[in-house]
């Protein structure tokens, strides 16, 4: 009976899913290259970034530290409060723009350089499965000899796994809870059951997806590898096989084109497609197939870049035009949103006052006078303890008599971060009374002597 034919990745179906919904697990090629040189390079920087957040100190605090109960965040010496959960839109949308730019320009270099999923895959779980279980040619022996020393090398890699996964969460949570505290409150984590929650969730999540799961997070889960379609245009720098070149290819054709089909390319990559088919929704631009083909060229004495960066209209007509109208939409409401988050955020205040009143009673009335009582809610939004004054704007109501305020506590002590609710009351004869104006009162930062003019409605009869 003949074998049956080695299925290739297509264009109709998922190369990592099989016709019966099983997984098709890839044991992805090495290779090696320039390409691999920058991305190791970048893997470890963003790898010593994300540790090195949370222990760098700047302005008292670490570099990012998101302080739920408190409900600040300190990022980079910068102090944000509630108050200023509006910039958190700025941000995000800014993000998303941001990639948007890249993303016109140079297809989806992000996931294949930058994304989170990509840097502790491919820079930290998969290299661990090398060392301990060898290369692919390694991994498929010692597969089909089986025996207690493949079950050995299997337990001892998961079991890494399971630590690193341990560790990526537990560092994860220190961005949430100061370094120091963590490690104090680790030998008590049973007890701590939040804490304790979270770890495992993370460790879980981690372990399930770095050990089995893998680039099915990037064809499955992720969106923005479907969005990819709408950003990227004819003149995207995408990672592409140059098919006038290259076809028709085979091996030993003298007359034909440099691809001699060793599948090099495919078998190093890790979504398991076949770039010769063109640019897929799968390709997350890691250059994988780059440096293997120019690899394959060195050895054959072709030139490089059969497989490289360049765009659909540079592979077809060798001309390209970068800077295009895509680009200068997105650009320019990307640099305006920046822009505007910038200001915003370097206009912010140092402390916050909300007026309330008593709820269903604007007013009441005593011996001939309105009453209106007032709760100012102070927010102190530094990291120092302040004083603020509060006064009545001595001009406002200067035409009316008998105008009189009550303000039982007019210096109000704050410590850092911590706000307070201060009762106040305004009282004018009855006679006396005009709707519709307000009373303003100020309330002065003592050390800065910044004033905020806090306008609230007189109401009456
Ligand atoms: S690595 Fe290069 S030569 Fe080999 S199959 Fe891929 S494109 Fe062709
Ligand atoms: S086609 Fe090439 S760049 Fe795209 S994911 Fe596969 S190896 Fe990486």
């Known amino acids: ?10 264009l109709n ?3 990592t899913i099989n016709d019966d919904g099983s997984r098709n697990f890839l044991q992805v090629a090495d290779v090696r290259g320039r390409w691999q040189r920058i991305k190791k390079t970048g893997y470890w920087l963003l790898n010593l970034v994300f540790v090195a957040l949370p222990l760098i100190q700047v302005g008292g605090h670490p570099a990012v530290h998101i302080d739920i109960p408190r409900r600040t965040a300190h990022l980079f010496g910068g102090t944000f409060t509630n108050q200023d959960f509006h910039l958190v839109f700025f941000l995000l949308i800014g993000m998303g723009l941001g990639l948007f730019v890249l993303t016109s320009l140079a297809g989806r270099v992000w996931c294949g350089f930058l994304c989170p999923q990509t840097v502790f895959m491919e ?7 090398r060392f301990i279980e060898g290369d692919r040619f390694q ?42 505290e963590l490690l104090g409150l680790l030998p ?31 064809l499955i889960i992720c969106p923005y590898g479907r969005l990819q379609a709408t950003l990227v245009d004819y003149d995207t720098v995408i990672i592409g096989y140059d098919k006038k070149r290259g076809e028709p290819r085979g091996k030993g054709v003298e007359s034909g084109g440099d691809c001699i089909d060793c599948r090099r390319c495919v078998d190093v990559c890790p979504t ?12 997350i631009g890691c250059t994988n197939c780059v440096d293997a083909c120019d ?6 004495k072709k030139p490089r870049g059969l497989v490289r960066f360049d765009s659909s209209r540079g592979f077809e007509t060798g001309v390209s035009h970068f800077f295009r109208g895509r680009f200068w939409i997105y650009a320019v409401a990307f640099a305006a949103l920046a822009t505007l988050f910038v200001v915003r955020v370097g206009s912010r205040d140092s402390f916050h006052v909300t007026v309330m009143r008593p709820r269903g009673i604007p007013f009441t ?23 603020y004054l509060i006064a009545p704007a001595a001009e406002v109501f200067a035409d009316v008599e008998g105008v009189e305020y009550i303000i039982p506590q007019p210096r109000v002590a704050l410590a850092p971060l911590s706000d307070q609710q201060v009762t106040l009351f305004a009282s004018m004869p009855r006679e006396g009374y005009v709707s519709g104006r307000d009373f303003i009162f100020t309330v002065t930062d003592s050390a800065t002597s910044v004033v905020k003019n806090v306008k609230v409605r007189f109401r009456g009869p």
């Not at 398991?272 to 390709?283: A, S, T, Y």
């Not at 007032?374 to 530094?382: G, P, R, V």
């Open 1 to 10: 009976m003949s074998k049956p034919a080695q299925r290739r990745p297509d």
């Open 365 to 387: 009335m005593e011996e001939g006078r309105i009453r209106n009582l007032y709760t100012f809610h102070l927010q102190n939004k530094t990291d120092d303890e302040k004083v």
């Open 123 to 129: 820079g930290v779980f998969r290299p661990i499965e």
């Open 139 to 180: 991994r498929a022996k010692r597969k089909k000899q089986g025996g207690a020393g493949n079950t050995g090398r299997k337990l001892a890699k998961h079991t890494v796994f399971l630590l690193l996964a341990w560790a990526i969460s537990i560092w994860f949570m220190a961005y949430f809870i100061p370094v120091r």
């Open 272 to 283: 398991g497609i076949d770039i010769r088919n063109g640019l897929q929704m799968e390709c």
């Open 295 to 300: 690899e394959i060229m060195d050895k054959i």
């Open 188 to 218: 008590h984590f049973p007890g701590h059951t939040t804490a304790l929650l979270w770890s495992l969730f993370w460790t879980g999540m981690l372990y399930f997806d770095y050990s089995w799961f893998r680039e099915q997070t990037c």
């Open 13 to 15: 179906t998922v190369y």
